[in-house]
């Protein structure tokens, strides 16, 4: 029988570092909490001094104005608070479009930077160079100029087929009238998506056991429209669409996106995947040669060494700087009160000149910017906890 260890007692004398170290952290959080309490205690007795309101009371108060762009209903006779959750989510819309679209664009541009092809690779250089040099406000006020000047009228706007428009008022494009199939198509193609990850972690499970490679996107993409097509079947196969339709002086039916946020998009996705080509073409610089060599003598081809080679361990390269441009693209939506678009900033600015809740309008714009970003923050370390590279 094995005899039990002693029992570890940490020394709390003055001597441990241990000990210093705690009361060092202790201390220094009751200095912030202290600054803060007095920040916040003499703000509110100058407030009161002059006469200033405080408080977020005002939140439920009528807003009485107008938003031209919303994902949920609303109208001004509803609360400010209706109208800042209104513009949260026009600020999301934004950030977690141009974020997708901004890592599929700064993806491809970043790996063309290596083709063989030297007009596809001056392309990619090109376009690194001119947006990542040209102020992003710029980009947006341009953007937003072509829209509302060099665009036809929206009785002569540009069509594809009669489905699409594309005018001063925006981008018109069909959408299914809403019903309960839908859901059920909805399902199908999430169910798709588990029968993908799956056999994607079952190729890979394979390809390390074996070393034999098998197709990973076929099954998945078969199984997600696949299943996605039963769903609909199942849930009656709707087929009624909403389809945009040129009228005298507008287009009407269908959906539709705003100049404001077409312009806001694509200059955050523009500018932002300039810079994330940049870190993917660093990742890719960082594997050293001998990986792409030996990955050639083993007779992969350039397709697979990128896939299964070089990105695996660029990955821990790129995901870091990856994450700060996420946070860019969120922080910098908020320039886009210049062009006129609804984001959280725009409207708090309204409900500040209309409540003089000043302190008040500012701390929700700063809430909401650091939830976003601490909240992105998460997922991406996450992420790039689950993509290390594991020692054997």
Request: aromatic share 10%.
């Amino acid at each position: 029988m094995s005899a039990r260890a002693p029992n570890k007692r940490r020394d709390w004398s003055w001597r441990s570092r241990a000990a210093r170290g705690l009361l060092y952290q202790v201390l220094a959080v009751l200095a912030i909490a202290a600054g803060v309490w007095f920040l916040a205690h003499n703000t509110q007795q100058n407030m009161q001094v002059r006469g200033i309101q405080s408080g977020f009371d005002f939140l439920g108060q009528a807003a009485g104005f107008d938003i031209g762009e919303t994902m949920v209903p609303y109208d001004p006779s509803q609360s400010y608070g209706k109208a800042i959750v209104v513009g949260v989510l026009n600020t999301l819309r934004v950030a977690v479009i141009g974020i997708v679209l901004a890592t599929v664009l700064g993806v491809l541009v970043g790996v063309g930077r290596f083709s063989r092809n030297a007009l596809l690779r001056g392309l990619c250089y090109g376009y690194v160079e001119l947006f990542r040099n040209v102020p992003i406000l710029l980009q947006l006020l341009m953007w937003y100029l072509f829209f509302v000047e060099v665009l036809p009228q929206p009785q002569e706007a540009w069509t594809v087929g009669g489905l699409f428009y594309l005018s001063k008022g925006g981008f018109a494009f069909p959408l299914p009238v809403w019903a309960p199939g839908h859901v059920w198509t909805a399902a199908g193609a999430l169910l798709g998506v588990g029968v993908g990850w799956w056999w994607r972690r079952r190729c890979q499970a394979l390809f390390e056991a074996t070393g034999q490679d098998r197709n990973r996107w076929l099954l998945p993409l078969v199984a997600v429209f696949g299943l996605a097509l039963l769903g609909w079947a199942v849930g009656g196969a709707p087929t009624a669409w909403s389809v945009p339709e040129q009228l005298a002086f507008m287009v009407e039916g269908g959906a539709s996106a705003t100049p404001e946020f077409l312009a806001v998009l694509i200059g955050l996705v523009m500018y932002t995947a300039s810079f994330i080509a940049e870190v993917v073409r660093g990742g890719i610089q960082s594997v050293s040669l001998g990986q792409t060599e030996a990955a050639g003598a083993l007779g992969l081809s350039r397709r697979q060494t990128m896939r299964l080679v070089v990105l695996p361990q660029a990955l821990r390269v790129i995901i870091p700087p990856l994450t700060n441009q996420y946070l860019n693209l969120t922080k910098n939506s908020s320039l886009a009160v210049a062009i006129g678009y609804p984001d959280v900033v725009s409207i708090a600015n309204t409900t500040l000149n209309q409540s003089g809740r000043a302190v008040e309008c500012i701390a929700i714009i700063m809430l909401v910017y650091l939830s976003t970003s601490l909240s992105t923050s998460a997922l991406m370390n996450w992420y790039n906890k689950k993509m290390a590279i594991k020692e054997r």
